[in-house]
């Protein structure tokens, strides 16, 4: 079945460092990929997401390339500060036609000092 | 807009009771979906309802139940309640049940039971 693997955390960086947080996935076809985020005592917010190959999905400065020959879909951000302190999400959503779930990877939890 | 609700957001219960939890979705969603988030097995899919059906269930037993009403919003019920079904129960709202729609969550149901 369809399966997400991230980088096990947890992640501590300085404020102001740069942020990688690998994401490889197994799947037929081409799913959907998304990367949520969880603040402490809070559901997920969708962080970002893309749908097919090459695309990047980008906000608040964190960044996610769709790449099909890696079957990757990393996430990135150039300069973390405190407040991005949280549990990141990746996930897949099949694209074959039905009704189909996210699948999520376990989370990396960051934690980010100043 | 108005984001996705859940009630009660906690809830503490006794081995053996069973438990109802709200979802409402986003206006205009008509896609509610239920996930199950614990420490050990991370976000597992629940089941899925667009438009008062069940249109996908996960792998979970039948003392997990729910339903959706004409309005969009959503009903789960544990029956039988047992120690492990302490968790984030995390509701989520989206246009439609293919791969290509964003699914927004709630800010979840925490249950412990005892």
């Known amino acids: 079945g369809d399966s997400v693997t991230q980088m096990e955390g947890p992640v501590t960086l300085s404020e102001e460092a740069f942020l990688t947080i690998n994401c490889t996935y197994t799947?037929?076809?081409?799913?959907?990929l998304f990367w949520y985020v969880q603040y402490p005592g809070e559901g997920l917010q969708l962080l970002l997401k893309?749908?097919?190959?090459?695309d990047k999905g980008s906000n608040k400065g964190f960044e996610a390339t769709y790449r099909k020959e890696t079957t990757s879909f990393h996430l990135e951000k150039g300069s973390v500060q405190v407040s991005d302190s949280a549990v990141y999400f990746c996930a897949l959503r099949a694209r074959n036609s039905g009704n189909t779930p996210l699948v999520f990877g376990k989370g990396t939890r960051l934690s980010v000092i100043a | 807009k108005a984001g996705v609700t859940q009630t009660p957001r906690y809830l503490i219960k006794t081995r053996g009771q069973q438990v109802t939890l709200s979802c409402s979705p986003i206006?205009?969603?008509?896609?509610v979906s239920w996930y199950q988030q614990t420490p050990g097995q991370g976000l597992q899919f629940l089941f899925e309802y667009f438009s008062e059906t069940q249109r996908n269930k996960g792998n979970f037993p039948g003392r997990f139940s729910g339903r959706q009403f004409s309005n969009s919003r959503s009903e789960m019920n544990v029956s039988t309640l047992e120690l492990g079904d302490s968790a984030l129960y995390l509701c989520?709202?989206?246009?439609?049940?293919?791969?290509?729609?964003?699914?927004?969550f709630g800010p979840g149901t925490r249950l412990t039971v005892t």
């Open positions: 893309a749908t097919k190959a090459d």
């Open positions: 799947a037929t076809g081409y799913p959907s």
């Open positions: 989520a709202s989206s246009l439609g049940t293919s791969g290509g729609n964003e699914q927004y």
């Open positions: 206006s205009g969603h008509r896609s």
